[in-house]
C-alpha cells in the first residue's frame, strides 16, 4: 500500500487493486514502476476520507467505486 495504490501479491505477480482519487492510472502511477504489474478486472478507488486530516468515521460496509 501507498499513498498512491495498493497492490495484492497473487500467485501470478504483483496485482494493483485500488488508486487513489483523483489521480491517472497511466501518468501517476505506471509510469513510475519499473514493472508493470497486473491490473485488476474491478479496480477500486481508495476511499476518499483516508485523504482528508479531519477524523475518518469510515463505514467498512460501504461499497466501493470501480475506477472502469
Known amino acids: 500500500m501507498t499513498e498512491r495504490a ?5 500467485e501470478a505477480g504483483l496485482m494493483l487493486i485500488e488508486v ?3 489521480l491517472d492510472l497511466e501518468r501517476d502511477i505506471l509510469q513510475h514502476m519499473a514493472f508493470r504489474p497486473l491490473i485488476s478486472e474491478s479496480l477500486m478507488l481508495m476511499p476518499s476520507e483516508i485523504f482528508r486530516t479531519e477524523r475518518m468515521n ?3 460496509n460501504k461499497q466501493k467505486s470501480e475506477v472502469r
Open 20 to 22: 487513489a482519487p483523483g
Open 58 to 60: 469510515l463505514d467498512f
Open 6 to 10: 495498493v497492490f495484492e501479491l497473487t
